[in-house]
């Protein structure tokens, strides 16, 4: 049986919300602020929360940056305006996905299962390539879902160390937005092309700030999406 967390400040949201989880097998635990959604969290873990961003005592953008620090357990945000900066923020703090109030418990179901699903099938995937990649000073293990950099580990979500992987695979090949839509998030994901423009932006910055010069790893190419670059090509800028 999975374990939701749902954080939602407005009690009759949270119960309805609650009763079509339990429906579909879900142990629900309800938190009314952001404090106790980090308590119930370390206490009794979870595989799926649904964090509303507005809430007392810390907000969702909070509670997903600790959380973060210490789990890739997927994560769906909650927000009231819909506003785009609010959307980017959440995916930029590792968030997996996004709805809008007001919105209806069966979408949310919805998007709680397709989540759900990817992540199951990054599990599938991931026993089927129990491999070591390396691209000169990065190390890749995609059975330890770990990344070093010059012998230091980079601290990166579920997606950024996907992305990287799938980058790393195949350097020098060039990717569409759509495409890495398609093949990190899946064909059933409810978000648009920004969430991969902000999980790169994200990823990019942690490489930087390893190491300088990885930080232009990936490379935009106008137009069109992004690409690894060769390896000839990166170590002759190195």
Known sequence: ?????????????????????????????????????????????????LLDIMMPKKDGFAVCRAI?????????????????????????????DYIVKPFSPAEVMARVRAVLRRGNCGDKNQAQNDVVLSYFNLIIDTQKYSALLNDVPLSLTRKEFELLWHFIAHPGRVFSRDELLDEIWGYDYFGDARTVDSHIKRLRAKLAA???????????VWGIGYKCEDKDTFHAEK
């Open 68 to 96: 973060r620090q210490s789990s890739n357990v997927p994560i769906i945000m909650i927000t009231a305006r819909g506003e785009d900066f609010e959307r980017i923020m959440g995916l930029d703090m590792g968030a997996d």
């Open 1 to 49: 049986m999975h374990k939701m967390i749902i954080a939602e400040d407005n009690q009759q949201l949270a119960n309805v919300l609650a009763a079509f989880a339990k429906k579909e097998a879900f142990a629900v635990s309800i938190a009314t602020d952001g404090e106790e959604a980090l308590s119930l969290f370390k206490e009794q873990g979870a595989d799926i929360l």
């Open 210 to 220: 390893a190491d300088k010069h990885y930080g232009k790893l990936i490379a935009t």
